[in-house]
């Protein structure tokens, strides 16, 4: 629930906690699963993420119907966890090839591809078991049916996969369609591997708090502009960034040559090109009649931050 | 639904058919998404397979309500795009290294690794997609929130996650528990790997006809005893079958030094403990009065399949 006297750091850092402890409560654990399963799964979902999606869940929830973020927190943790299993497969040596993510070793590098392949795998289905089950009261069947259509149609090929092959293609590691990604194409892209996520994410605890059509709408167009400005900033940070704040090895987007907004815009144009991206999420905001909540500030916090 | 004069086979070809076309509608295809994903994801779903666990779960909506599988349909359908999804990653080198299934190439050697990841991960998450969308009918929300989790758990770190990862480390292929296992264990691996999607599959064709309590706990035991003996058959023609019938090469086991029935029981004795899993199936649809429908059929039929 928003407290007016909170200041955005302390509501991020007792909704971080808050979600954490979900998500601890979801994963399954030995006898029940394999202890090999458990481990790895949970080496990537503690490994210290920001919960900016959990986190935009519950801010949306909250911002249409003070107090109903309760409703929204088991389609926050799914959304982390099948976050999380994207994270652990886009990190494989048949994908980017990532050893670095979060200043730890990634996990096929400590537990193996296969296992990191299962520990996704189970990830993503562990997401879709949390989303059925809870909220357990039947009142919330039609709007847990809704949002898991959202958030896995979100996840597949017209969403998150998608995007995630289009990059791959980009970067010359797919058959068939070596792809020259121009800055419509790129901002396709993005639509779909970070987006579509992101979007679903505000949808979702939109839609678990209640929300009507128009703030479902106002909340969808600022959770798009805000998932476009993430991703540029994302891009800015890949180039200005040092591995030591972002945890990840940086300039790993320019070393495999994939286009990006500073490479197709500059630099300067693209920290243009967010800013717009962030006054038209306000805008939505306004429009939407959810202006008092914490979704403006979460929406400058993007803009400003250094990892 | 049933027709008394029709024969198993008759029933068996029908019901392909119809599941094949419900999966090609519930794929999503470009524009809506890449082609590269459209393609990677048809050429697993169609490539053959006899659509086991489909026809299990309408044979049991027909055998708890006739006429009401239909309902069962989407259910059906989610369970086989997640089946294809965990043939493609077993197949992955990471995993079982396999390059031939039914026949044809696998599809991580035709696309690639990461592309075969892609389609894998898309294929669970448009799963859950279909369940969450039909029937459309707000009638069935309960009972469709109620087989997603049962579908999710099944697939997930408890279910086939977890049994794909012990059969790694009985391969050896995952650090810290080079695993060696006894009969018990062998039986619960195969529990977790393929028992449990297979008693998913029944289970939710008899939740989603509206079977009581008492039919659905028949329908799951006489599903869990099928699923061993399944499973035991796979052992058995993996020992005695040629590459041309099973369309996937043939000793693989034996040349992975993975425990299998035959290893652990000899081939004989191995044939025993699967007719024996079928007579307790038979006694279980007894037991629950559901004898009437095809599956009893379908037990006979999975205990003297060739491939």
């Known amino acids: ?18 979600v954490d402890e979900a998500l601890e409560r979801a994963l399954p654990r030995p006898p029940a699963c394999p202890a090999i399963v458990s481990e790895a799964m949970r080496y990537s979902v503690f490994a210290g993420g920001k919960r900016f999606r959990p986190i935009l869940a519950l801010a949306a929830a909250d911002a249409v119907a003070t107090g109903a973020d309760a409703a ?51 990830l993503q289905a562990e997401g879709f078991a949390l989303l059925a089950r809870e909220p357990a009261d039947a009142a919330f069947a039609d ?43 790129l ?34 167009r600022y959770a798009a502009d805000l998932g476009l400005a993430f991703q540029i900033v994302d891009d800015i940070l890949d180039v200005e960034g040092d591995a030591g704040a972002l945890g990840k090895t940086a300039g790993k987007d320019a070393a495999a040559s994939k286009p990006t907004y500073p490479s197709l815009f500059g630099l300067e144009r693209s920290r243009t090109l967010a800013a717009d991206c962030i006054a038209r999420a306000h805008a939505a905001l306004d429009e939407g009649g959810l202006a008092d909540g914490r979704l403006g500030a979460i929406a400058d916090w993007i803009m400003s931050r250094r990892n």
């Open 187 to 220: 901002r396709g892209m993005h639509a779909r591997k970070t987006g579509a996520l992101i979007r679903a994410s505000a949808v979702s605890g939109a839609i678990m708090a209640g929300a009507n059509d128009a703030a479902v709408d106002a909340v969808d």
């Open 1 to 18: 629930m928003a407290r007016s006297d909170e200041t955005l750091a302390a509501f991020l850092e007792r909704t971080r906690v808050r």
């Open 72 to 122: 929204a927190l088991p389609a926050a943790c799914a959304i982390e966890l099948i976050h999380t299993y994207s994270l652990i497969h886009d990190d494989l040596p048949a994908m980017d090839n990532d050893t670095l993510r979060r200043g730890r070793p990634t996990l096929h590098v400590v537990y193996g591809d296969g296992i990191a392949i299962l520990a996704g795998d189970g």
């Open 143 to 185: 709007r847990k049916l809704r949002v898991m259509r959202i958030i896995a149609e979100a996840a597949g090929a017209i969403g998150m996969v998608g995007g995630q092959a289009i990059d791959l293609q980009a970067a010359g590691q797919a058959p068939g369609h070596p792809l020259d990604l121009d800055a419509d194409a």
